[in-house]
């Protein structure tokens, strides 16, 4: 509710503006002052969130709210009434949006499996007992890290899709963590990984973030693909 609370008190700053029905609209690049600029982007900011609502607004009795609260006009609602309603609102907004993560789950866990399933028909894919499924991209001839070891690491991450979500090379520097403080997938391929080696690695969701995703690019029941390079294992500075 204090999302509503910010956008109607956002409405009271466009208000001379909606009221003035007799002057002409403005056009566009006509926008010169600091007032008017202000005004318009916090319109449009308001105008997006409404639009976002759907037909659970009706926008002329809106632009009677604000009006009526601007001019100290008689009130249609009783605070009472008022509580009752947004509270009714919040509630269908939950069941919405609850439904609406509810396909998304269940869409991704579809499509997850599926890319799962045909990735590990492509010679040389290797899937665990986990479900973890890797390939050897270039074989290294150093040693393993161990769960309680800490490595250096150059990768590149995406969805099943091809979308791009993290890339260490890109930054320019590779990434040093231990092997027991990433997702599961990370650690158990690790394990299998020689130092001077680089799989490709599709992990399961339920070895990533599983239901809950990591918001907002990772969605729920994501497959995640990563390529990874293992440069070295890290000794602790003493």
Not at 80 to 92: I, L, N, P, R, Y
Not at 190 to 199: A, E, F, R, T
Not at 227 to 237: A, R
């Amino acid at each position: 509710m204090k999302k509503i609370v910010v956008c109607i008190v956002a409405c009271l700053f466009l208000l001379p503006g909606m009221l003035r029905a007799d002057e002409p609209a403005k056009k566009a690049g006509e926008l010169k002052t600091f007032q008017e600029k202000l005004s318009y982007s916090m319109g449009l900011d308001v105008g997006t969130y409404f639009k976002g609502i759907g037909d659970e607004i009706d926008f002329a009795t809106l632009v009677r709210g604000i009006e009526d609260a601007f001019k100290g006009n008689p009130k249609l609602l009783t605070p009472e009434e008022m509580a009752a309603v947004q509270k009714e609102f919040a509630q269908k907004m939950k069941v919405r949006q609850e439904e609406s993560l509810r396909k998304i789950k269940e869409t991704n866990k579809k499509l997850g499996d599926a890319y799962l399933a045909e990735n590990q028909k492509k010679k040389g894919v290797i899937a665990t007992k986990s479900g973890l499924q890797y390939e050897i991209l270039k074989k290294g001839n150093g040693q393993r890290p161990k769960a309680a070891d800490k490595v250096k690491v150059d990768y590149v991450g995406k969805l099943i899709d091809g979308t791009e979500f993290d890339n260490s090379i890109k930054r320019g520097e590779p990434a040093v963590f231990g092997v027991d403080q990433v997702i599961p997938g990370w650690s158990e391929a690790l394990q299998l990984m020689d130092v001077g080696s680089k799989y490709r690695i599709v992990i399961p969701s339920e070895l990533a973030y599983g239901e809950h995703g990591a918001p907002p690019v990772i969605e729920p029941n994501s497959v995640l693909v990563f390529e990874v390079e293992l440069h070295s294992i890290e000794q602790d500075k003493k």
